[in-house]
């Protein structure tokens, strides 16, 4: 009960953070609608992506082999990245990119992060080692879920950006994996105690995601809000006529 709780703090939280870019947001219909198809995009990935991948790797290298541990490194930034684009095929939402990326992109990571909460806090609740605490001693969890709400949509920010801009979108969009991997890379130095830092590993993972938590702040303050299409953009633009208001 306690995680139960933790998660529902944690969920209010980040809805506050998302009721703040709403109320700021041009096209407030289309920041929702993008919240909302993002919502559960993180449960789907890991039920129709990366478990059947996973069961495969282990299936034909064996639990223990390299090859297993080091491919799941890739599993975040190559599925969960290219599931967050899906928001981006909703024709009202990718118009609404084009206009105001930075914020589409916030709305997307917050729905995506929600849905990862309760995935997360279900699977923990079912696991049989889990410790049924107060939900005050799930704190770390806390911080934790609603730094991982904001840090979707920063990752986001990059292919959104470039959509809007006339820029590449896959480039884009691999500088957020890229980004998502440096994100969760010391996670597995952690686990395997590089460099035989033992205990120390934790204050400096929580280190590591406010230092990308603050890169990610300035990156969404400092871009133009709306940004100026390339040349290439506008070059297309003009050769397919006005724009229709």
Known sequence: MGLFIAAAI????ALAGFAILL?????RRAVVLAFLV????????IYLVRLPIDGLLRTTFGISAGVVTVISLLYAPLTEEPAKWLTAAVPKVRDAIRKDPIFLALAAG???GIGEIWFLAHALIKSPSYPDLPFWM???FV????????L???????PFYALASGRSFLLGGLAGMVGHFFLNFPIYLAATNAFGLGAKWKPLLVLWVL?????????ALLLPRRPTPSRSGRAGADQSGPTPP
Do not use: K
């Not at 993002?38 to 990935?45: C, D, E, K």
């Open 152 to 158: 979707h949509g920063a990752l986001l920010i990059p």
């Open 211 to 219: 230092l990308l938590v603050v890169i990610g702040a300035v990156l």
């Open 138 to 140: 799930f704190s770390g």
């Open 23 to 27: 109320r700021h947001a041009d096209d």
């Open 38 to 45: 993002a919502l559960p995009l993180q449960p789907l990935v």
């Open 143 to 150: 911080m934790e879920r609603v730094e991982v709400c904001f």
């Open 110 to 112: 917050a729905g995506f």
């Open 10 to 13: 944690t969920t209010a939280l």
